[in-house]
């Protein structure tokens, strides 16, 4: 990482996503003086996902930053949520699945898409256990809060299944 392609970048980050033209000016610098470095291209990516929906063009950076370095961690968080943003199930599911595998990477990111992709696939218990499986990976207050949020979320989608008293039945 160059000095000059790290200030463009970090300006990039710091632009991100309260000013989108800035941000995309600093990008394309950083991205001329280092054109296959994996943190710019993801921020590229998350541009085009978060704040412009062109997933496709998107999952382009994304492919683009996971090539560059397949080991870099910041990466495939967001790339899950655009393949998801973009029902590409299949794909978000053998990208968690690679993604568990790298070190230093934060699990419980990681399982709180698979379990987003479970209740996306109607897949409520599983989501709830993934979810369980996720907390024990949530090293600060925040994460786990979000985790807990996301439980609740789901509970309240399960079909309530009612016991009928024998009164009711004849």
């Given amino acids: 990482m160059t ?14 996503p309260f000013n989108l033209s800035e941000c995309m000016d600093a990008l394309n610098y950083a991205l001329s003086y280092e054109p296959e470095d994996a943190d710019s291209l993801c921020l590229m ?34 790339y899950i949520e655009c393949l998801l943003n973009n029902e590409d199930y299949k794909e978000a599911e053998k990208l968690i699945a ?19 992709l479970q209740e996306r696939n109607f ?29 609740k979320m789901i509970k309240s989608k399960m079909p309530v299944t009612r016991v009928r008293k024998k009164e009711e039945i004849k």
């Fill in 45 to 78: 990516g998350r541009v085009y996902s978060e704040e412009l929906k062109d997933y496709e063009t998107a999952k382009k950076y994304f492919d683009e930053a996971m090539q560059s370095n397949i080991g870099n961690v910041n990466t495939p968080k967001y």
């Fill in 3 to 16: 000095l000059t392609k790290s200030k463009y970048y970090f300006e990039a980050l710091d632009y991100f």
């Fill in 123 to 151: 897949e409520y218990k599983q989501a709830l256990e993934t979810l369980k499986e996720a907390k024990k990976f949530a090293y600060n207050r925040t994460a786990l809060e979000i985790l807990e949020d996301r439980e």
């Fill in 98 to 116: 690679f993604a568990l595998k790298l070190k230093g990477i934060d699990k419980s990111e990681i399982l709180n898409c698979l379990s987003l």
